[in-house]
């Protein structure tokens, strides 16, 4: 009897579950407004330097 009831609430269990969703939407957001946040104020340190795509970077 116990292992009817468990394998009954196995399989109800297994019949009630979702898959998990994520989330993926894309934000676009120019870096100078990034980096005028005041998270980004309080979070990085001014001496950091950004090098984006097709930008210069200094020799090693």
């Known amino acids: 009897m116990k292992l009817r ?3 009954a609430v196995l399989l109800a269990s297994m019949a ?3 898959t998990a969703s994520a989330r993926d939407t894309v934000l676009y957001i120019p870096l100078a407004d990034v980096l005028a946040m005041p998270e980004a ?3 990085l340190d ?3 330097k950004f090098f984006l795509a ?3 970077t200094p020799p090693c």
């Open 46 to 48: 001014k001496n950091m």
């Open 16 to 18: 009630v579950a979702t």
């Open 54 to 56: 097709g930008q210069d």
């Open 41 to 43: 104020q309080n979070k």
């Open 5 to 7: 009831l468990s394998a």
